[in-house]
C-alpha cells in the first residue's frame, strides 16, 4: 500500500480529529444539533422515506472524521429496530449474472410482500471510483418498485473499510423496514470473505459448462456457499447446466460435511427468463428454516457481530499508534529493518512492543 493510501485508510478509521478540540461551550449545541439531525432522520427512514435512507447511509460510509459522532449515533438510533431480515450474499465471477439475477430475484421477494434493500461490496469499484451505475441500469425495474432500495458500494477507503461500512448500512436498511438485504459482491475472491462475515446465507452463481468454469472459482469460495445456482441454463445451454451441476454436487462430497447438517442445494436457473427461480427462493427459504430451528442462525449472527468489533478494534489500535508520530517513526524503522533482512519480522514487531 503506497504511503497517501496507507495514511488515508488509517484517518478513515481513527475518528480521532475533529473531535477532541471542541470548544466546552460550543460543544453543548454541537451535540444538540446532532442529537436532533439523527433523530428526525432515522424518525423519516422509519416513515419509508427513501432519501432520508440514503442520506444515513452517505453520513455512515463518510470518511470525515467529523461525521463520525452523527455516524455512530444514527447506527446505534438504528440497532434496537435492526435484525428482522433475511442477509443473502451474492457472489460470481464478473458476467455470471448477479445483477439480472438480483432483478427478478428482489421482485419476487416484492410479490410475497417483502421489502428488498441492495448493496454492493465491490473492490474494483473501491479503486476505480464506482461501477454501480450499470447495476442501477440492469435492475431497472427493480430500482422502480416502491419497496425496493438500490444503493452504489461505497466508492472511497480500503476494501476493510468500504465492508464495514457495508455492515453499518444493513443496519440502517432494517431499521428502515427492508427484511430482505441483498449484497451483491464481485466473485474474485477478496470481498467473498467479508460478505460471508455479514449476511446469513451465501448464495454462488456459476455458469454451465462445467469443469472449466470450476477450476475459474477458488475452491475457498465454494466451500463458503450455502446455495450453488448454475445460472445461464437457457438458449439451448439446459442440458450443459444440468451436467454441470450433477459435477458441482459431485465435489461438493468431496467436501467436509456441513456440521450444521445443510446439504448444499445446487440448481440450473435462468435468471434472464425466470427459470428455476421460484425454486431459488424455496430453497432460501428452506435454508432459513433449517437454520432457525437449529438455533444456528442467531449464533451465527451473534459470532458475526464479535467477529466485526473484533477486526474493527484491532483497526482503531492500529490507527492510534500510528497517530503518535514518535510510533510511527518506530514502525517505519522496523519496516526498513525487516526489508533488508536486519531483522525478521516476528522480532522486529517484538521490539516495537517491547
Ligand atoms: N442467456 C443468459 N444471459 C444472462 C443471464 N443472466 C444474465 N445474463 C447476461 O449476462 C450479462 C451479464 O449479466 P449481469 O447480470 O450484469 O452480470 P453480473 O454478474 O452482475 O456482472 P458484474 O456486475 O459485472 O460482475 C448480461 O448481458 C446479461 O443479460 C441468463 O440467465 N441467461
Ligand atoms: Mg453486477
Known sequence: ????????????????????????????????????????????????DRSALSRAITIVESTRPADYPLADELVTACLPHSGKSIRIGITGVPGVGKSTFIERFGRQWIEKGHKVAVLAVDPSSAKTGGSILGDKTRMNL?????????????????????????RESIILCEAAGYD??????VGVGQSEISVKRMVDLFVLLLLPGAGDELQGIKRGIMEMADVIFLNKADSGQERKAQLAAGEVRRALKLYPEDP??????????????????PEALDEIEKFQRHMTLKGHWDQLRSE?????????????????????????AAYEAALKSVSTGEMSPLAAARKLFS
Not at 35 to 48: C, I, K, N, Q
Open 1 to 48: 500500500m503506497d504511503e497517501q493510501k496507507k495514511s488515508s485508510a488509517l484517518s478513515e478509521v481513527a475518528g480521532v480529529e475533529g473531535q477532541s478540540s471542541i470548544n466546552p461551550n460550543l460543544s453543548h449545541f454541537k451535540h444538540k444539533r446532532q442529537r436532533e439531525d439523527s433523530t428526525s432522520l432515522v424518525e423519516r427512514m422509519r416513515e419509508g
Open 142 to 166: 427493480l430500482s422502480q418498485e416502491e419497496d425496493a432500495f438500490i444503493r452504489p458500494s461505497p466508492s472511497a477507503g480500503s476494501l476493510g473499510g468500504v465492508a464495514r461500512k457495508t
Open 180 to 185: 430482505i438485504i441483498i449484497i451483491e459482491t
Open 260 to 277: 450444521r447438517g445443510w446439504t448444499v442445494p445446487v440448481q440450473p436457473i435462468s435468471a434472464m427468463d425466470g427459470t428455476g427461480l
Open 304 to 328: 458475526q457481530a464479535a467477529w466485526w468489533f473484533d477486526d474493527t478494534v484491532g483497526e482503531f489500535l492500529k490507527a492510534h499508534w500510528f497517530a503518535q508520530e514518535d510510533k510511527k
